[in-house]
């Protein structure tokens, strides 16, 4: 597993392959279909190595690494696109604040701008992080708790792909195979505050270059963060 890491990441850093180059341009050109593929083998293997610190292998029978990619790739895709929408549209909240308390227009564009420019200020780093707490505070709960869902129908169903594509019960899953202590007292009370706030801030004032590298860096985090609290008793 470490020599797979290894060979995923070492492209990165030999510039005479030309990889890094087209890994960013294909990210600007192609977002979601990127973003399926980066969060589908990144965060998937934080769950394996999540595993592999538990019970000390990377996978095992019904575990489900290929349903477990397919469902990252599609949380990723969603990732992507709440990124898009947090970004655009918390700059523009900040500024319908300011234009009501001053009483005067125009701060939307102003924050807008202040957040894109390239040099690190005070204030990008004060939208950014309010981008951060206002997108993990809104969409991070909704999201983790649809992942805890899939992870436990994945189980239930061995681990198949056949199997993830059954109807999920809901309600089952919710009153009685939900571990809402672990998941509301550590995963979301805990997690979120304590380490994404802080994590999408930074991801937010870094170059869109360097964006992509963190957020999948954070992928691995994140499969890592919920395999963990999954093991937790």
Same mark, same amino acid.
């Given at each position: ?105 125009? *701060? ?11 040099? $690190?200020?005070?204030?990008? #780093? /004060? +939208? &950014? ?70 994590? *999408? ?11 992509? $590298?963190?957020?999948?860096? #954070? /992928? +691995? &985090? ?12």
């Amino acid at each position: 597993m470490i020599l797979c890491v290894v060979v995923v990441l070492t492209p990165f850093f030999i510039p005479a392959t030309g990889f890094f180059d087209w890994f960013c341009r294909a990210t600007a050109e192609h977002p979601y279909i990127m973003a399926f593929f980066k969060f589908a083998i990144l965060a998937t293997l934080g769950e394996c190595l999540a595993l592999r610190i538990r019970k000390g292998v990377y996978s095992e029978k019904g575990f489900g690494v290929v349903p477990r990619m397919m469902v990252w790739g599609f949380l990723g895709m969603c990732i992507a696109m709440a990124m898009v929408i947090f970004k655009t549209g918390v700059p523009a909240f900040l500024g319908s604040v300011a234009d009501a308390l001053s009483g005067q227009a125009g *701060h939307g564009a102003a924050y807008a701008a202040v957040f894109k420019a390239s040099e $690190l200020t005070w204030g990008k #780093l /004060g +939208v &950014a992080f309010a981008v951060s707490v206002l997108m993990n505070s809104i969409f991070a709960p909704v999201m983790m708790t649809f992942h805890k869902c899939t992870d436990i129908h994945i189980l239930d169903n061995g681990g198949t792909v056949r199997g993830l594509l059954r109807p999920m019960k809901m309600r089952e899953i919710f009153a009685h195979k939900v571990n809402w202590d672990v998941q509301w007292n550590f995963v979301i009370k805990k997690t979120i505050p304590l380490f994404w706030f802080p994590a *999408h801030t930074i991801t937010f004032i870094l170059p869109p270059t360097f964006q992509v $590298l963190f957020a999948a860096l #954070l /992928g +691995v &985090a994140l499969g890592l963060i919920l395999a963990l609290a999954g093991g937790k008793k």
